[in-house]
């Protein structure tokens, strides 16, 4: 499995000193569907392309946006393109990316895509997200692998924190910052527990007379999601380096780790 760190131009240098699978952060689409990127380091080779569909006219001319990017693809060795698309499928966007994908495939690179996305392009690899807060996490990837097949799933493994007042009929917790969490556990210094069926660790408490139930990500359970996703044979995984940036020396060890 390829571990990719997603980072932007600005933070491509610090991300380096311990991992250099990168995802570039750095593309978007522009006008007249061109390609549009930011300041990448001249040495910048290797990795993936991360494309952003984000404030994005409609892709008038995908054949002219397809060109770009294979052009930059080759220029700087990239094994694929990220489509890190946040808008609902249009016609216009899967009609492009149905043409990409066959470009990449026909020089032997990937094209990894949302789910939602990657149900309606053929050959495209699915992006999972890992952040569960109920269910099994096992489950859900067998589901993926049997849907897409093991060869099209990749994980998206975003961080997870949250906070939830039990009883929680709804199963949705509060997004929790990470630095509240550190300040929280720091503070409380409470007995954690692994749940297997979430692959995250948890903690409860009584805060103002209310049940807490914290749920949460770190290193080690970041490692086992990557382990879970090998073993399965899935071609590769995700992490954003704002999420991951403090857990860096312990997900990638200078002296080990995949670099």
């Not at 890190?84 to 990894?112: I, V």
């Not at 939602?116 to 996490?137: D, E, H, P």
């Not at 312990?250 to 995949?258: D, K, M």
Request: glycine content about 6%; aromatic content about 8%.
């Amino acid at each position: 499995m390829q571990v990719y760190l997603s980072v932007t131009p600005a933070d491509c240098r610090t991300a380096m000193q311990y991992h250099r699978r990168l995802a570039h952060v750095a593309y978007r689409i522009g006008l007249e569907s061109r390609l549009l990127r930011q300041n990448l380091l001249m040495q910048t080779k290797g990795g993936l392309m991360s494309l952003s569909d984000r404030d994005a006219p409609p892709i008038a001319r995908p054949e002219v946006l397809c060109r770009e990017i294979w052009q930059e693809c080759a220029a700087r060795s990239y094994a694929g393109v990220l489509a890190d698309f946040e808008a609902a499928p249009t016609q216009d966007r899967l009609s492009f990316l149905d043409r990409l994908c066959t470009l990449l495939h026909r020089n032997k690179r990937r094209l990894y895509l949302p789910e939602v996305y990657a149900r309606q392009v053929n050959g495209a690899v699915a992006i999972i997200c890992t952040a569960l807060s109920g269910g099994s996490f096992c489950q859900r990837l067998q589901e993926a692998a049997v849907r897409f097949g093991k060869n099209r799933v990749a994980l998206d493994i975003q961080r997870l924190a949250m906070d939830f007042t039990l009883p929680s009929p709804t199963g949705r917790g509060r997004p929790l910052p990470p630095e509240e969490l550190r300040e929280l556990m720091d503070r409380l210094t409470p007995s954690t527990f692994y749940s297997a069926e979430l692959c995250a660790k948890y903690f409860t408490c009584t805060q103002n007379g209310e049940s807490r139930f914290f749920l949460y990500d770190d290193a080690d359970t970041i490692r086992q999601k990557i382990r879970t996703g090998h073993s399965m044979g899935f071609p590769a995984a995700f992490l954003m380096y704002p999420e991951v940036h403090d857990l860096l020396p312990q997900l990638f060890p200078r002296s080990g780790g995949t670099r």
